[in-house]
Structure formats: C-alpha cells, structure tokens
C-alpha cells in the first residue's frame, strides 16, 4: 500500500501551481532541483516527489551537504572501506548506495565542494559511485538538490560545477516565499495554533484576535513557514488558554537583556567650532603654547633650571636650548 505524501496546506493559486508541478515532474525518473528560501519547506517537497513518484516503497535518504565538512560529507555520501584511513575501523556504506533504488535528497547542494560534485556528477550521469579504498560499484539512485542560492550565477563562476548542474536542472521546482502567498497564512497559523494547543493539552483553541491577524498579514516573514510556525507556536502558549490569541510574538529576543552598542565618542567642540587657521597663526599659537609652557615650569621650581628640567622630562641641554629659543635664558639659575 503507497503510503500518503506529506501533508502540504496552501489555498493560494501560487501555492497550487507547485503542487501541480510536483505532480506532474514526480514520476519521471530524472534528477530535479528545489530552489526556495529559507523555511519554504524543500524538503516537504522532496519527500512529495519521492512518495508520487515509482520509487516510492524504496529508501528516501536525506543529507544536509552545509552540516558536515568536505572530508565527512565525502564519506557520509560515499562510504569507505575498513582501514581506507586512520581511524576507518569498519566499513561504512554511504548515503548514495543507501538510497539504491530510491531517492536520494541533497539539501544545500550548493555547499558541496568541487570534489564531492565530481562525485555526485558520476553518480547522476553513469551511476557509478567509489567508496573511499573501495572498487567501483553501481548504483540507482534519483539525486533532488535543493539550495536557496542561485545556481547559474555560481556556476558562470566557477563555483559549482556547470556540468553538474546540467544534469540536476532536468526541471527545477520553485518554491514561493510567504509573503507571495499570503491567502496561505491564516490557514497555517490556524494549522500550527491547533497543534500547539493540543502538546499543551488544552481542551479548544479560542482562535486569533483581529489585531493579531493583522500583525500575521503585514509580515514580511523573511523566514516563512518555518518562521511562521515558531511564532504561532510561541504566541499559542505565552496567550489565556480561554482567550483569544491578542497578539503575535515576533520577536522572542524583544524583552531579553542585550548589551548595549558601543557608541563613537562625541566630537571635540573645538574641533568642530574653532575657525580655520592659517599656518603661520599656527606656528605662533605653538610657539606661544610652548613659551608659556617654559615659563610656568620655570616659576614653578624657582627659576631652577635643572629642577625645571626635571619636572618637564627634559635633560638638562635640552632644558637650555628651549630657554634659548623663546628668549627666557637671561633667568636666573
């Protein structure tokens, strides 16, 4: 028995024209691609493309290519053998030869290094895949990539393979973002508000005050669905479980302490006030500064030169030739 592909809730036309894309791309034996924002639900629509499609009743295996590095995602797709390097104990069989028959669902493909895509590029095009230390084996496999970057552009720069790229873009499904659907968000967050009322055992769900509804409407939801269903959530169980939902927690860090921003130092007022000076004014306003400066030390040790040169870090000659400058050598020693 097929079992039932993963539940997706949507009214808007947008969202119904992806729906009929995936019915429609679903059977073909072809790699395909998901291209979607953050938090639009690609991998939602990946397990739908594997559960419509003949490979349903085989494996459908998931990797996210952005959480491992190049060396771990190389032996997570691939496997390697026992002893292939230090600290392979055993063999281990990749994510590609697990999907054999199935599906094989690569999140953030544009993550990949250029080795692991020559790999990958291999497997889509013959079939064939390499365990780290192993022989070359055959497999059959369906490749869905999805990412939220834009593939031709990086690809126009060397960035991910172009040949690879080729062969994933048999058809791309794209998936709208939130706010492009916006029919959609009152029945997702009435969707998520139920489901949240019942984890907190809650006998009903008063439903959504209009200023709450609106604050759904007029969000901008740069994390869509995925920012959609925290929110909801967090407002469901912070609200009167008799009550309506009065409003939307948008921002679960708006009460929480932060540091304050560092702030540039106010501007010297002289700076910014004093009139503009010509150079010799200049060199007179110096030149006087430095007599007084003299002068004031020199009352201050009682005309005693050494003294004198000692409280203003000086030697002793340097002391003498500053006195010869400004004309304050006649003082007594």
């Not at 959504?208 to 609106?214: N, Q, V």
Request: proline residues 7%; charged residues 25%.
């Amino acid at each position: 028995m097929q079992p039932n592909p993963p539940s997706l809730l949507g009214e808007s036309p947008a969202f119904h024209a992806v729906l009929a894309h995936v019915s429609r791309v679903a059977p073909l034996e072809r790699p395909l691609l998901v291209i979607g924002e953050r938090g639009t639900g690609k991998e939602l629509i990946a397990a739908r493309l594997h559960y419509l499609s003949r490979r349903w009743d085989r494996p459908f295996v998931k990797v996210n290519c952005a959480a491992l590095t190049e060396s771990l995602l190389d032996s997570e797709l691939f496997g390697h053998e026992a002893g292939a390097f230090t600290g392979a104990i055993r063999r281990q069989i990749g994510r590609v030869e697990q999907a054999d028959g199935g599906t094989l669902f690569l999140d953030e493909i544009a993550t990949a290094s250029a080795a692991v895509q020559e790999k990958l590029l291999r497997a889509v095009e013959y079939g064939e895949i390499e365990r780290v230390g192993g022989r070359t084996q055959t497999v059959d496999v369906r490749v869905i990539g999805a990412t939220n970057a834009d593939l031709p552009a990086l690809a126009e720069t060397g960035r991910f393979r172009a040949d690879l790229l080729d062969r994933l873009a048999f058809d791309v499904v794209t998936l709208p973002p939130l706010r492009a659907r916006r029919e959609d968000i009152p029945v997702l967050a009435e969707h998520f508000a139920l489901g949240m009322v019942r984890e907190l055992e809650r006998a009903l769900f008063p439903g959504f005050a209009p200023r709450a509804l609106e604050q759904l409407l007029d969000h901008g939801w740069p994390g869509n669905v995925r920012e959609l269903r925290n929110a909801v959530e967090r407002s469901v169980a912070a609200s009167d479980p008799e009550g309506l939902v009065e409003e939307i927690l948008l921002d679960p860090f708006a009460s929480a302490w932060r540091p304050a921003a560092p702030t540039a130092p106010a501007p010297s007022p002289v700076a910014e006030e004093a009139p503009p000076v010509a150079a010799e004014d200049f060199q007179e306003q110096v030149r006087r500064f430095e007599s007084g400066l003299l002068e004031t030390a020199l009352e201050r040790n009682r005309f005693n030169q050494r003294q004198t040169a000692e409280a203003l870090g000086l030697g002793y000659h340097q002391l003498r030739g500053l006195l010869k400058k400004h004309g304050l050598i006649g003082r007594p020693d």
